[in-house]
């Protein structure tokens, strides 16, 4: 069965600092990747995702991801961030043939301090 | 447009008690799911409806969860006789019927506290 790992439970940071949060899938022929954010007492927004194409996806508030086959991993990444970015983040997968649930990860809550 | 609709956001029931929590999806959304969101644990999925094809009820914790799905829109989910470990927030999501790359969007969720 799928799953989804996300090794870093809490990250915190400093503004302007450039963070990466970790995500790696189990094996499979092919998958579709997500990445969710969470604000404080809302639901789950969509940040970005990878269908097929190029492995480098990006969103329009200046995150991007990288799906790397090989390592089976889509690490989410950003050179700067900002205050507002603080948050839960979540990972999720779902297998290409497959138009069930969305596997996600445990979620990273990113804090980004003054 | 309108997204995905929860009601209510916070229900605070006594232990043993029933509860119905509801979702209204995006219309033309045939896919809908549940989710629930404990502390430190993710999102953990329990059911999900797509059309008129059964559910799958794979990821129900027990026989006192179920839910339905009314004229391919509104879903109600059910717990019955609720224990104080069912306290967390329910998510509902929605997605058009594409396929595997049809990424799902969330309503606010219910917040079920359980005394």
């Known amino acids: 069965a799928q799953s989804v790992t996300q090794l870093d439970s809490q990250v915190p940071v400093f503004e302007e600092a450039p963070v990466e949060l970790r995500c790696n899938y189990s094996?499979?022929?092919?998958?579709?990747l997500f990445w969710y954010v969470q604000y404080p007492n809302q639901g789950l927004q969509l940040l970005l995702k990878?269908?097929?194409?190029?492995?480098l996806v990006e969103s329009i508030n200046g995150f991007e991801a990288e799906f790397n086959k090989s390592q089976t991993s889509f690490h989410l990444r950003k050179p700067s961030v900002h205050i507002s970015d603080t948050a839960e983040y979540f990972c999720?997968?779902?297998?290409?043939?497959?138009?069930?649930?969305?596997?996600f990860g445990k979620g990273t809550k990113l804090s980004v301090k003054p | 447009g309108a997204g995905v609709s929860q009601s209510p956001s916070n229900k605070v029931t006594e232990k043993g008690k029933d509860v119905e929590l509801r979702c209204d999806p995006i219309s033309g959304h045939t896919a809908l799911y549940w989710y629930r969101q404990s502390l430190g644990q993710g999102l953990e999925f329990l059911i999900y409806f797509q059309g008129n094809s059964a559910p799958d009820k794979s990821g129900l914790p027990s026989d006192r969860f179920s839910a339905e799905r009314t004229g391919g829109s509104v879903s109600t989910l059910t717990i019955q006789r609720t224990q104080q470990e069912d306290s967390a927030v329910y998510l509902c999501?929605?997605?058009?019927?594409?396929?595997?790359?049809?990424?799902?969007?969330f309503g606010n969720g219910t917040r079920l506290t359980v005394t």
């Open positions: 094996s499979s022929v092919s998958v579709y």
């Open positions: 999720a997968v779902r297998d290409g043939g497959s138009q069930g649930n969305l596997i």
């Open positions: 990878y269908l097929s194409g190029s492995t």
């Open positions: 999501a929605s997605s058009l019927p594409q396929g595997a790359s049809s990424p799902l969007h």
